[in-house]
């Protein structure tokens, strides 16, 4: 990795680190069946890094329902396996959790969908996951400033996160 990249990698490692554990606490609290609201943990890590990440999240002022989805956005490209534990089954059932969402490919491990964002930002809290909903309109700052892709329907939370083509050139982007 060039040094270009250094200040990003360190951006990303932390804003990582943070969705780990908004991830573990929300399982956690689910499992205990504790009272839902909010996104639980710490607070997301202060961007002090120059880069690109952080600068799309703050030049867009994302909050941090917006901040918690692009990140969730962009697992499957920087740290899949940090998604592995939404793979976990329910023994009551014995199939996936319904409340984790998420799409499973094959040998790919998770694509994450809104209503993996809703339920690491609002739990069972149905009134902050309806109201959480419009964060993914093309008319909101994910989308409309091409954070995050368009999708056909804007508010099903099937629908997966998936980050726009320009947000993934601007990060990865090799210089030249």
């Known amino acids: 990795m060039s040094t270009s990249h250094a200040p990003l990698a360190a951006t990303l490692d932390r804003e990582i680190a943070w969705f780990v554990r908004v991830l573990e606490d929300r399982r956690s609290r689910t499992a205990e069946g504790a009272p839902a609201g909010g996104i639980p943990g710490a607070a997301p890590p202060a961007l002090t890094d120059p880069c690109a990440y952080g600068a799309a999240v703050s030049h867009n002022r994302l909050d941090v329902h ?9 697992l499957p490209w920087l740290r899949p396996q940090a998604l592995d534990p ?3 089954r329910n023994g ?19 694509v994450p969908t809104r209503e993996t964002a809703l ?23 994910l989308v409309r400033t091409r954070l995050l892709a368009r999708q056909a329907d ?11 083509p320009e947000l993934v050139d601007r990060l990865f982007r090799v210089p030249d």
């Not at 804007?154 to 726009?164: I, T």
Request: a negative charge; hydrophobic letters at 55%; zero cysteines.
């Open 86 to 88: 939404l793979l976990l």
């Open 154 to 164: 804007e508010y099903a939370p099937w629908m997966p996160l998936d980050p726009h």
């Open 119 to 141: 339920f690491l930002a609002a739990g069972d809290d149905f009134a902050l996951r309806t109201r959480l909903l419009a964060m993914f309109s093309s008319e909101r700052a």
């Open 92 to 110: 009551a059932i014995d199939r996936p959790f319904t409340e984790f969402g998420g799409i499973v490919l094959p040998g790919r491990g998770v």
């Open 66 to 74: 917006e901040r918690l989805a692009l990140i969730l956005a962009l």
